[in-house]
């Protein structure tokens, strides 16, 4: 089955997630299949989404640092997903690896740097 053209990889992802209008929240996981309870969903923001970018795969990604609420619990991040609220909702993503785990302690936070959200159709 042949892919789609960038064209369409660009239009879906700006159709599915809006830079405008936008309601995703980053969810974390300590073990890449389930969320964890130490670190609340850190929203992405109504205008939170950069446009797809014109290449092969397309990618999605923030436009603005993300910073999360504090740990409620020490916790050791190594998975994020996109949801659609800030409680329950639904999963739009699979849990997608960071680049490098992060270990939190009761009352730190993690920063997203802009573009570090990142989706592909893939």
């Known amino acids: 089955m ?3 053209t960038q064209t369409e990889q660009q ?8 830079t405008t209008g936008a309601t995703d929240y980053v969810a974390y996981s ?7 309870a130490s670190l609340a969903r850190t929203a992405i923001g ?5 446009a797809a970018t014109a290449a092969t795969p397309s990618v999605k990604a923030n436009s603005a ?19 659609s609220a ?3 909702g639904t999963q739009r993503t699979d849990w997608q ?4 785990s992060k270990t939190l302690a009761i009352g730190d936070s993690l920063q997203w ?8 159709l893939d």
């Open 46 to 50: 109504a205008t939170g989404w950069a």
């Open 97 to 100: 690896a960071l680049a490098a």
């Open 86 to 88: 800030s409680t329950g």
């Open 65 to 83: 640092v993300l910073t999360s609420a504090a740990a409620s619990g020490a916790v050791t991040v190594t998975h994020y997903a996109i949801y």
């Open 2 to 4: 042949a892919g789609l």
């Open 113 to 120: 740097a802009v573009g570090a959200a990142a989706i592909t």
């Open 11 to 18: 239009a879906t992802l700006d159709a599915r997630f809006p």
């Open 30 to 36: 300590a073990n890449g299949t389930s969320e964890t």
